[in-house]
């Protein structure tokens, strides 16, 4: 579905003032939305309802997964790029067999790595913005520049395929 041309540049904008560990958080709060619908849909019976969000959580899981660095030999990326990949692999048989321990199964993990990344990185990186940018932390949406910049173990920027996500 195409959206209005003011609508599109709203988006936009929002996500351009987003750091990247808040892309991050809200990628984990939307496939956790989508997941729920999915859910739903299963138990309507509803197979386009379905289909559309099973088909964005997958896209949500792949962003994330595709964002990971991988060029470090940090474990934990290892772990969690495995993680992912389970999920992407077990996913498209909820389309097969409807199963919705597979979306609950999914739904834990992603709610367990959204409370691991709020509670480490998101804490961490507004004392370090706050440090580092003392007049902005007023002024969230003033942040661009400095987001541009930022890379961490999600190395890639995924502002430019946010939309397909938008919850």
Known sequence: MRQPAGMQKYMNNHYDGMTPEQLILMLYKGA????????????????????????KVIAIISELNS??????????????????????????????????????????????LKEIWETSVMSKASVNAAAKYPSQAAYPRQQKA??????????????????????
């Open 32 to 55: 956790l939305q989508r997941l729920q619908l999915v859910k739903q849909a299963i138990e309507e019976k509803n197979i386009q309802k379905r289909g559309e969000n099973l088909s």
């Open 67 to 112: 964002s990971l660095n991988t060029d470090g030999k940090d474990d934990s990326i290892k772990f969690l790029g495995g993680l992912y990949m389970a999920m992407l692999v077990e996913l498209p048989k909820v389309s097969i067999n409807n199963d919705i321990e597979t979306i609950e199964r999914t739904a834990r993990y992603i709610e367990k």
């Open 146 to 167: 400095a987001s541009k910049s930022f890379t961490n173990n999600y190395g890639n920027q995924t502002q430019a395929r946010l939309n397909a996500f938008a919850v």
